[in-house]
């Protein structure tokens, strides 16, 4: 059995690595990234100039904690790092899992480089099928599901709908049996009004730093945008 804390912890670390005096770091969100904020706090600790953009309250309250300096605002984004729910091999993520979507997906387009962090069991040949988180506005949340049910999914509003985003959201969970091509699909969610933005990050992958037995291997993508 692969030890996936060991994996993400090895992963999160290796990506210390690609990290510069002066830069810019969008931070992501998960447990993977935990570890990432961990290290980056022993570098800062030992001399190192970064500043942090985080992707949600729990990281930016993490970072806070560790002592990692942190904006709301910036020009340009040298370097994201994030983990993902999915990744395949053509850098297409399915993202959301800590419900963190949103800003994930805002700073990963601000960034030059994105750098994904992640353990073995998340890297598959294709995300065919997938539970697709989607961040959808409370109002006529139930009306937005069905919509987006109509698309051949089944839909689970979390928390039974009591769950909120750091944004004031909903996520509805979508379980799609049989994804063909993700970037169509996230372009017709998008078409369907109440939803904010979904977890299909379509080719947004440049690097994989992936933890794989009691190695990291590195993949390369072409990233679209
Ligand atoms: C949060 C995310 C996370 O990156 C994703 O859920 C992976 O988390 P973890 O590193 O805990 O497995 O997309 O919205």
């Not at 030890?3 to 998960?30: I, N, P, Q, W």
């Not at 980056?40 to 930016?60: A, E, H, Y």
């Not at 395949?88 to 399915?94: A, E, K, T």
Request: charged share 25%; with cysteine.
């Amino acid at each position: 059995m692969p030890d996936l804390e060991e994996e993400k912890r090895s992963a999160a670390y290796a990506a210390l690595d690609l990290v510069r005096d002066g830069m810019v770091l969008g931070l992501g969100t998960g447990s993977t990234v935990a570890y990432f904020l961990e290290g980056l706090s022993k570098k800062i600790s030992g001399g190192l100039k970064i500043t942090g953009v985080p992707t949600s309250i729990r990281t930016m309250e993490t970072a806070v904690s560790l002592g990692i300096p942190i904006v709301e605002k910036w020009g340009r984004i040298d370097m994201d790092v994030d983990g993902a729910d999915l990744i395949d091999r053509s850098g297409n993520m399915i993202k959301g899992g800590g419900g963190a979507l949103l800003r994930e997906k805002i700073v990963a387009h601000s960034s030059d480089t994105v750098v994904i962090i992640c353990d073995s069991s998340k890297y598959v040949d294709s995300l065919r099928k997938a539970i697709v988180p989607v961040e959808i506005i409370p109002f006529g949340a139930e009306a937005t599901a069905e919509k987006i049910m109509s698309m051949g999914c089944t839909v689970s509003l979390r928390g039974e709908g009591t769950y909120r985003t750091d944004n004031g959201n909903l996520i509805a969970d979508c379980a799609f049996s049989r994804i063909e091509d993700p970037q169509a699909l996230d372009s017709d969610l998008h078409r369907i009004p109440g939803v904010v933005d979904t977890g299909i990050f379509a080719r947004l992958a440049d690097r994989l730093l992936l933890g794989i037995n009691g190695e990291v291997r590195t993949v390369a993508f072409n990233r679209r945008v």
